[in-house]
């Protein structure tokens, strides 16, 4: 609590809906620290757009990141001949 405060997550949920379940399902998902990952002026690629899957391969610091990797969001420049993207990727540790 002395790093992020209280964090609450708040759903409505019918009758017939297992709350326990739901409640563990989130917890796994959700219970652990995450990193963001962007990269800015990578050389471009026409086919890459969000929801394209990508095979990164990079040193980050601590880590060596060799991952698919969803790109959450894309955007391309051009300037004169030379094609650059900027990305932001989920997938593994990293969530957008």
């Given at each position: ?47 890459v ?48």
């Amino acid at each position: 609590m002395e790093a992020w405060g209280v964090l609450q997550y708040y759903e409505s949920i019918d009758e017939n809906t297992n709350g326990k379940a739901k409640a563990d399902a989130l917890l796994s998902l959700y219970n652990h620290k995450t990193r963001n990952l962007s990269v800015s002026g990578v050389a471009g690629d026409l086919r890459v757009r969000g929801g394209s899957i990508i095979v990164v391969d990079l040193e980050i610091g601590d880590i060596n990141l060799k991952n698919f990797m969803l790109v959450e969001s894309v955007r391309h420049t051009f300037n004169s001949n030379r094609h650059t993207m900027d990305l932001t990727l989920r997938g593994g540790e990293f969530i957008a």
